[in-house]
């Protein structure tokens, strides 16, 4: 059976990978590889670092495979595991002196990933710099928020259950994040209207 | 006419996450100062969301996999539960010393975790202080002390838990056993006896004051 077709559920997959079927991981992993690669990228500004943690997100789960329980969504769990795993690698870049990001060669970085984007405009391309580089000034905290909702596009309950807080708290953090973008925005001469 | 909305207000509104919607919608129609802020932000969440994205390269499944297979036999020798109960011990240990050596402490306000708030709550201000210290640490915030005695003596279970999850103590505990230093987390992936001897443990200190 194919597993790509089948309309298994995560927790069916779980069940089955749990039981030794590694299809039934790589299955899971085709699901969230892009959600948890972009999630990490948008965080340390690195598609290299962001494989790698994700890499490690995948394997930690797999870890505790045996042991995950069906309480909540496959999905906040991983990304459980790997925004935890993003803040430590971004702890330990700070204490190695590195920056959390270094927006203009990261941006530089995924633009030229990008074979060159002919059919963008300059003004876009212009606006696509300045949004990453105010991201990448943003706090940990409201970055992993703004990406969670408009990268990632959860809800607020999934936003709550992988920050591991309340709704309420997730209004608020996210309006914050949002307040700080535009200011950053703005003071990077940018234009929002 | 309605006071002019906050940006948490229209941050919700954009989300679709409004209480009110049609109220918000309409104030919009007849007030350009929030129309403005309104347009702003939905600007900028749709240039976030326009981002170009990172393309997952096809070694991407095959170093998982790979990976996994390795993490298997790592799985089989874990930290176990003697070694859960010997840092839960050491654990639980600097956290009441932490407790106790703040009895004295002073510092500026700072305002309380939730966690800490609830372990107040129940009576248990020492461990409040522990924790608070121990956040404030982290911060690199100061924080004020009202005194208490280092233990867990009045706080339940789900409170102790609670409070250990904020601890940077719990983080490296949880890395040290290749679990994930949330412990939410880490409780979710731990099997239902797993979880019932971690609670069990946490009872029994809660009761004696030490593992056993």
Known sequence: MDLRESGMSDWDLVSCAQAGDMDAFAELVRRYQGPVVQFCYRMTGSAQDAEEIAQDSFVRVYGHLRRLKPRAKFSTFLFGVARNLTLNFL??????????????????????????????SARRHEIELLVERAIALLSPEHREILVLREVNSMDYEAIAAVLSCRKGTVKSRLARAREQLRTQVLGLGGELP | MKRHYSIEELSTYIDGEAEEPEQVAEHLRSCASCARLHEELLNLSGHVRALPSVEVRPEFLTRVMANAGAARGRQRSGFGLAGLRLALAAGLAVLALVAAVLYTARGPMRTPAPAESALRQTGD???????????????????????????????????????????????????????????DAMLNSMGEDEEADFRNLLREYAEKGRVT
């Open chain 1, 91 to 120: 702890r330990d870049a700070k204490r190695r002196g590195r920056g959390v990001t270094e927006p203009l060669d990261t941006v530089s970085y995924a633009v030229q990933d990008d074979a060159m984007r002919p059919d963008r």
């Open chain 2, 125 to 183: 201000t020492g461990l409040a202080q522990g924790l608070a210290k121990v956040q404030a640490t982290e911060t690199g915030e100061t924080f004020e002390d009202t005194g208490g005695q280092g233990s867990f003596d009045g706080a339940s279970v789900d409170e102790m838990i609670a409070g250990l999850s904020e601890t940077e103590w719990f983080g490296t505990l949880a890395a040290d056993w290749e679990a994930e230093d949330d412990l």
